[in-house]
């Protein structure tokens, strides 16, 4: 088991950027899955971005590839989610998860990840 806490969340305007951090601490050795996923009011959560941690592969939510960016730094035991041209619609919460699987095909389905960090806002407006 990992624990896991999001930073990063703020307000920003319409085509703006923001970079959200998630520090891992714990078992990191049962943890090769990392993910981003996003809760907007009223909505399920959804996939948002996910990476096979030491160098796997990184795969997004085909709508948001382009404008958001999975990624790590190991010796820091950080994930990172760079998103840029932001949208009012990508408003939401933003969960940082782990677990352990297919590094090379993480899962894309929240039910998938057995870790959960806290959440952190972001709200764009237009």
């Known amino acids: 088991q990992v624990q896991l806490e999001e930073s990063g969340g703020s307000s920003v305007q319409a085509g703006g950027s923001l970079r959200l951090s998630c520090a891992v601490s714990?078992?990191?050795?049962?943890?090769?899955?990392m993910g981003w996923f996003r809760q907007a009011p009223g909505k399920e959560r959804e996939g948002v971005a996910v990476l096979g941690t030491g160098g796997g592969p990184a795969y997004y939510e085909e709508a948001l590839e382009g404008r958001f960016t999975i990624s790590e730094d190991n010796a820091k035991n950080t994930v990172f989610l760079q998103m840029d041209s932001l949208k009012p619609e990508d408003t939401a919460v933003y969960y940082c998860?782990?677990?352990?699987?297919?590094?090379?095909?993480?899962?894309?389905?929240?039910?998938?990840?057995?870790?959960w960090g806290q959440g952190t806002q972001v709200t764009v407006s237009s």
């Open positions: 714990g078992d990191t050795s049962r943890t090769n899955c």
């Open positions: 998860a782990a677990t352990f699987g297919d590094s090379r095909l993480c899962p894309f389905r929240p039910r998938a990840y057995s870790d």
